[in-house]
Structures are given as structure tokens and as C-alpha cells.
């Protein structure tokens, strides 16, 4: 199913940076771009921030969702051409972040993929679980999206804050929409060839308390067909990792690409000055 959406859209959490690396964050399944809350101030002093939102009632095709977010990856590029580009999905935004990746290498100059749904279908509980979405009543629906917390993420280790934000954002979208998306998520498949030909570095985040996907078998799998990729095991961290009190984002990158990131940065101030 594709439905065409105009509203599908960056956000700009941060003020715009245009001197640093530009950091494209693809969200989980909610698709509200709001759920990097706790990531922000320390990734703002490395990168400039786009956050992608993709409308509640959004039932655009895997096809449709890349080609509408590499349109707006590229008007950022001809805003301010030839910044290095960091390409990050957490989970549904993962398959996302994955496939844009592997169709167009050269949008961007490093991939990030945080608990990737790219495993969805390979999990039996959750993949047949996910059918029985369509058959609940309304009411049973919204419940069930509250009954699903403790597995979306380390609750204990997730502000209160955080977790209404989290929950929140799993309400805004409707059962519709979830139907959907979740059939997206079934019917994801990767090509080995292609993720073997793969040319750019990529960081794969894996949480090994992930109640929801196999998250460290997948990082495990896509570390041996991605030539470029190295993994970091989060060890104490649920699903939605990103949200945790304990997790950072930025000093996980800067432990893996610290040099070069800093390379990078120097190289955009210094094309920037000589304008």
C-alpha cells in the first residue's frame, strides 16, 4: 500500500549548525522524530540535527518512506553541500536507515543502526504476535500498547519522564497505522550481496536485554556481511536503549570514530571559512 503524505518531514530539534556533520536520526515505529529527547544536547555539539517524522496516519510503502527521505536528505545537501553525513535508524527506522543505505551508499558518509528491526521477521513470537493487532477491538488496542512497555524498553533504567514520553508516542499512532507498519517490519528482507558490497563504515547498537528482537544475534550477523561494520553491545539496556539514563549516544560514536569524527568537523569549519 502506498499512500502519498506531504507531511512527511525533518524535524530540527537543535539550532541549525550548518558548520558541523549532519546527523539524520530515522525513528522506531511511533515515527514522531521526538524520541531523541535525551540524546540532543550531547549530539548538538558535534552534529547538526534533523529528526525525520512521518505523519500518524502514514501508510507509505518501504519504497515510498526512501524515497521521500532521501528527497530531504538531498535538500539538505544543496543547503550546505559536501558536510559529511551520519545516517542513523533505531529499530523500524533501522530497516529504513538500512535500505536507503544500501541504494544510495553515497547519500551519506556513515551508518548507525540501533536495535534494527531488520530481524523482525525472524523472531516467531513477535512476528506472529504482531498479526494479532488487527483483531483486537479499539479499546483492547490502546491497551495493549501500555501492556507492551516493560518489553520496549529497561523501564528501570528510563526516567519517568522518559517512559511517558515513550508511551505517549506508542498512543500517537493509531491501530491502522500500527497494522501496517508492522506488516513493513514482516516483510523486511535484506540482500547478503548487497550488504557485502556495502562500502561505507557503520556502527551497529545492540541492547542485550532486548525483550522485543534478537538484537545482538542480528548486530552479530550484520557485522559478518557489512565489510565496514563494528559492533557495541549495550549490556545492561532493553529496546529503546536510546531513552536510557545511562546510554550516550555521542560518546558511542566518539568511542568508535572518535578521530575521525573530529577529522571530519576540522574539515567542514575549514571548507567553511574559505568560502
Request: glycine share 4%.
Amino acid at each position: 500500500m502506498q499512500v502519498e503524505s506531504s507531511k512527511i518531514s525533518f524535524l530540527r530539534p537543535t539550532a541549525s549548525q550548518p558548520k558541523l556533520p549532519l546527523f539524520i536520526f530515522l525513528p522506531a515505529m511511533d515515527g514522531t522524530g521526538k524520541l531523541l529527547r535525551s540524546q540532543l544536547s550531547r549530539l548538538s555539539t558535534a552534529f547538526d540535527i534533523r529528526c525525520l517524522s512521518i505523519p500518524q496516519n502514514d501508510l507509505s510503502s518501504w519504497d515510498w518512506l526512501s524515497e521521500k527521505t532521501i528527497d530531504l536528505i538531498k535538500i539538505e545537501q544543496e543547503a550546505v553541500p559536501k558536510r559529511p553525513v551520519y545516517l542513523c535508524g533505531e529499530s523500524f527506522g533501522g530497516c529504513l536507515a538500512l535500505k536507503i543505505a544500501l541504494t544510495f551508499p553515497d547519500l551519506l558518509d556513515k551508518l548507525i543502526l540501533v536495535n534494527s528491526a531488520t530481524s523482525f521477521s525472524q523472531e516467531p513470537i513477535v512476528k506472529y504476535g504482531s498479526y494479532l493487532t488487527q483483531y483486537l477491538p479499539s479499546y483492547l488496542y490502546q491497551l495493549s500498547v501500555t501492556a507492551t512497555l516493560p518489553f520496549l524498553g529497561a523501564l528501570g533504567r528510563i526516567q519517568r519522564k522518559e517512559r511517558q514520553a515513550l508511551l505517549e508516542a506508542m498512543q500517537s499512532v493509531s491501530q491502522q497505522t500500527s497494522i501496517w507498519r508492522f506488516e513493513l517490519m514482516r516483510s523486511f528482507k535484506i540482500d547478503k550481496n548487497q550488504l557485502k558490497n556495502f562500502p561505507k563504515s557503520t556502527l551497529i547498537i545492540a541492547s542485550a536485554v532486548d525483550r522485543l528482537l534478537p538484537s545482538v544475534s542480528e548486530a552479530k550477523f550484520l557485522v559478518q556481511h557489512l565489510p565496514e561494520a563494528q559492533m557495541v553491545v549495550l549490556p545492561n539496556s532493553g529496546h529503546a536503549c536510546l531513552l536510557e539514563a545511562d546510554v550516550d549516544l555521542y560518546e558511542i560514536i566518539r568511542g568508535q570514530w572518535g578521530n575521525n569524527l573530529v577529522e571530519l568537523r576540522t574539515n567542514r569549519v575549514s571548507t567553511t571559512l574559505s568560502i
